[in-house]
C-alpha cells in the first residue's frame, strides 16, 4: 500500500476530529475521502503530510512509519498536498511559483551558489525548462509571467496544482482543487486528475463535488464525524444507507 | 535603463576620491559604505525570508570586537581578525537562527532584540576583557604586506575607501549569487508562504538558520571594517541606533532588492550630513525625520522599487491582489 493509517486519532481538547479511523489508499489509484463539513477530512490530510501531530495512530508510506516526520521530509519522500485555502506564493509569477515547487530538483546548496555559477545556470536551465512543461499541463502557459496575486480564483487553482506537481508526488493529496470553481473549470480539473494518474501518480482527494468525486475516483472513504462510515466503490457508497443519512440528516427533509 | 543607472553608479564610485577633496565627505561615504554592507545583510533576512531581526547591532558589534580584541590584545595581524569578526558573528547568527526554530513574526524580533541587549550587556560588564565603557583604543589599521615588498598600511582615508568600496562590492555580488538560485528562491518562498513552501519540501528552519548564519556574518565584517577605520572599539557599537538606521535604509531603499538597501545606505548616511551643513542643528534631526517619513509615506514599497515602477518591466503590470 502506497498510503496506510491505522487508528488515526486527532483530539482537539474534548472533541475528536478523527476518532481511530484506518484506511489504505492502493497505489495507481485516485481515492477520495469525502463527508459532511467537520468531518475531519482535512484533519486526515494534515496528520498524513505532518502538519499535525495525531493524539494516537500511524501512518505507514510504503511501509515506512512517517507519523510525526515534519511536512518537507514528509514531502521529500514523495506525498505532496494542496490546501483547503488556495495557496499560492501571491507576490511571485507563475513561473517563479512553479520554480519554487521543483525545490527537490535542484542540488544547489550556499557553497555551489556562490563558487559554481556555471553550475547554477545549468540547474536553473533544467529547472526553467521543468516549469515550463508543469506550467503548459495545468494549461498556465499564457500566464507564466503574471503575478500569482494577479490570476482568477480558478487559475489560482490551477496554480496550486502546478507547485504540486513540480515537486514530482508519488502520492498527490488534493483538498478541494474544485471548490469554487465554474463546471467548465471542474471539467478542466476532473481531466487533469485523471491524466495525473495515468501518469503513474496516485491520488487521494477530498472534494465536496460528487458528480466529479463519483465519476474519477476508483475507491471512496467516507467520514463522518471522526469515525470511517463507509469504504468502497463509488456506486456501493452512493447507496450505503449510512451515508445517505450522514448527508441529509436522519429526518426526510434534506438540508444538507 | 537599469544597466546605465548601475555603470553611472559604479563610475561615480570608483572615481569619487578623485574628485571628493574634503576629507570629512571622504569619511562620509566610507560611512555609507560599510553601512551598505549592514544594510545588504539585514536585507537578506528582513528583505528575503522576511524575518525583521532587530538585534543587527549585536552582529555589527560583535564583529567589531571580535577583531578588536584579538589585534590589540591578541596581537593577532588584523587580518586574522577580520576573519573573526566573519566567523564570530556567523556562529552567534546561527545560535539565533536555532533558538528561533519555530519563532517568526514577533517573536523573532523579540528574539533578536534580547540577544542585542544580552550582549552589549556583557560589554559594558565584562571589563578585563572588553575594558568596559572604555572600550578598546589603538586598533590597528589594515596593512598590505606581500612578501618581498615593505608593508602598506591602509591608513589613509582613499586607501580604506577603496577596501569599503571592495567589501560593498562583494557583499553585493554575494547576495546576488544567493538570490540568483534554488537558495534565493527558498528564502523568498520562506516570506511569501512558509506552509506552502513545507509542502512542496522545503526547510524553513534550515534556511532561515543559513540566512541568519549568512546575514550575521556580514553584518560582522561590517562590524570588522568598522574597527580597523575608526581604530576605537567601545560599546557604543551595539547602541540600537544602528540597528535602526540599518533598518530605515532597508526599508527605505526597498527591501527585497539588491540595489535598495546600498541606495538607502548611501542616502540616509549623506542626508543627516548634508543637513547639517544646510542647517542649524535644531533643524537637522526635525527635517531628517519629516524626509523619512515622506519617503514611506509616498514610496511605502521604497526607492528602488519606486523608480523600476517608472519603467515597468511588462510582466511586473499586474497588481498583486
Not at chain 1, 525545490?103 to 559554481?116: D, E, I, K, N, P
Not at chain 1, 463519483?214 to 469504504?231: E, H, K, P, Q
Not at chain 2, 577596501?163 to 538560485?181: E, G, H, N, P
Amino acid at each position: 500500500m502506497i498510503l496506510e493509517a491505522r487508528d488515526l486519532t486527532v483530539r482537539f481538547g474534548g472533541v475528536a476530529a478523527l476518532a481511530g479511523v484506518s484506511f489504505q489508499v492502493a497505489p495507481g489509484t485516485v481515492t477520495s475521502l469525502i463527508g459532511p463539513n467537520g468531518a475531519g477530512k482535512t484533519t486526515a490530510f494534515n496528520v498524513i503530510t505532518g502538519f499535525q501531530r495525531p493524539t494516537q495512530g500511524t501512518v505507514r508510506h510504503d511501509g515506512q512509519v512517517i507519523t510525526g516526520w515534519r511536512p518537507h521530509r514528509i514531502a521529500a519522500r514523495g506525498l505532496v498536498r494542496t490546501f483547503q485555502k488556495t495557496s499560492v506564493f501571491a507576490g511571485l509569477t507563475v513561473r517563479e511559483n512553479v520554480l519554487t515547487g521543483l525545490h527537490l530538483q535542484g542540488r544547489v546548496g550556499v557553497a555551489a551558489a556562490l563558487l559554481a555559477r556555471a553550475r547554477v545556470r545549468a540547474e536553473e536551465r533544467r529547472l526553467a525548462e521543468e516549469a515550463d512543461r508543469v506550467i503548459e499541463f495545468v494549461g498556465l502557459g499564457g500566464r507564466r509571467d503574471e503575478l500569482a496575486g494577479g490570476l482568477s480564483y480558478g487559475e489560482q487553482r490551477l496554480l496550486e496544482l502546478a507547485v504540486a506537481l513540480a515537486a514530482r508526488p508519488r502520492l498527490l493529496l488534493l483538498d478541494e482543487p474544485a471548490s469554487g470553481m465554474t463546471a467548465s473549470e471542474k471539467a478542466t480539473v476532473a481531466g487533469l486528475i485523471a491524466r495525473i494518474r495515468d501518469g503513474g501518480v496516485t491520488v487521494f482527494l477530498v472534494e465536496h463535488d460528487m458528480r466529479l468525486v463519483m465519476g474519477i475516483s476508483d475507491r471512496v472513504l467516507v467520514l463522518n464525524y471522526g469515525r470511517l462510515i463507509a469504504d468502497g466503490d463509488p456506486a456501493t457508497v452512493q447507496r450505503d444507507p449510512e451515508v445517505v443519512r450522514a448527508y441529509l440528516g436522519s429526518g426526510a427533509h434534506a438540508h444538507a | 535603463m537599469r544597466r546605465l543607472a548601475f555603470v553611472i553608479g559604479l563610475a561615480v564610485a570608483v572615481t569619487a576620491p578623485l574628485w571628493v577633496w574634503n576629507p570629512y565627505h571622504l569619511h562620509t561615504l566610507i560611512m555609507a559604505g560599510i553601512f551598505a554592507v549592514l544594510a545588504l545583510s539585514l536585507n537578506l533576512l528582513l528583505g528575503y525570508t522576511g524575518q525583521l531581526s532587530l538585534g543587527h547591532a549585536a552582529f555589527f558589534g560583535i564583529g567589531a570586537y571580535a577583531t578588536a580584541l584579538l589585534s590589540v590584545k591578541g596581537g593577532c595581524s588584523p587580518w586574522i581578525g577580520l576573519l573573526a569578526a566573519i566567523v564570530l558573528p556567523g556562529v552567534a547568527g546561527w545560535v539565533i537562527g536555532r533558538l528561533a526554530l519555530k519563532l517568526r513574526g514577533a517573536y523573532f524580533v523579540l528574539l533578536t532584540i534580547s540577544f542585542a541587549g544580552c550582549v552589549s550587556l556583557v560589554s559594558v560588564n565584562w571589563m578585563d576583557l572588553t575594558n568596559g565603557p572604555l572600550g578598546l583604543p589603538g586598533v590597528p589599521a589594515l596593512e598590505i604586506a606581500l612578501p618581498g615588498l615593505p608593508a602598506l598600511p591602509l591608513r589613509s582615508k582613499t586607501a580604506f575607501y577603496y577596501v569599503v568600496l571592495l567589501a560593498v562590492m562583494l557583499a553585493y555580488l554575494l547576495c546576488l549569487a544567493l538570490i540568483r538560485s534554488r537558495v534565493g528562491r527558498a528564502l523568498v518562498a520562506l516570506r511569501e508562504n512558509e506552509t506552502l513552501a513545507a509542502s512542496v519540501g522545503i526547510d524553513g528552519t534550515h534556511y532561515l538558520v543559513l540566512a541568519a548564519v549568512i546575514s550575521a556574518a556580514m553584518a560582522g565584517f561590517g562590524g570588522g571594517l568598522y574597527a580597523h577605520y575608526t581604530r576605537f572599539v567601545s560599546p557604543e557599537v551595539f547602541l540600537f541606533t544602528y540597528t535602526v538606521t540599518m533598518v530605515i535604509m532597508v526599508v527605505a531603499g526597498g527591501k527585497g532588492t539588491l540595489a535598495g538597501p546600498v541606495v538607502g545606505a548611501v542616502l540616509f548616511t549623506v542626508l543627516p550630513e548634508a543637513l547639517r551643513a544646510a542647517t542649524s542643528w535644531q533643524w537637522q534631526m526635525l527635517l531628517y525625520g519629516i524626509l523619512l517619513v515622506a519617503v514611506l509615506f509616498f514610496l511605502p514599497e521604497g526607492i528602488v522599487p519606486a523608480l523600476r515602477r517608472l519603467r515597468p518591466e511588462p510582466h511586473r503590470r499586474a497588481s498583486p491582489a
